[in-house]
């Protein structure tokens, strides 16, 4: 019976971690920078993903912190839209 309990739990936090978890311009600005690292970091994984399946032209050579500093930056200037999409805009087109 424990072994059943704990194999349930690891599978909701499993699929709990592979949820995509989408963050707008207020969540964002929450955001720590140790944070806002570590989301970057995880769309540029999803980025290098789809360049090996042959399915993205865009390449995301900069450091994460970088693109968290201009996704900062472009919510200074306005920006309204949700920061996957200001970072699909950032990368470099091959």
């Excluded at 311009?25 to 955001?31: A, I, L």
């Excluded at 090996?52 to 996704?71: M, S, T, V």
């Amino acid at each position: 019976m424990v072994a059943a309990v704990a194999r349930t739990l690891f599978l909701l936090a499993l699929v709990a971690a592979c949820a995509q978890n989408r963050v707008d311009r207020t969540r964002w600005q929450e955001m720590s920078p140790p944070e806002k690292r570590i989301y970057v970091q995880s769309m540029i994984g999803h980025e290098e993903a789809k360049a090996h399946k042959g399915g993205n032209e865009r390449r995301y050579p900069l450091a994460a912190d970088e693109y968290a500093r201009r996704i900062d930056a472009a919510y200074a200037r306005g920006e309204r839209r949700n920061p996957e999409q200001i970072f699909e805009d950032l990368g470099a087109i091959h």
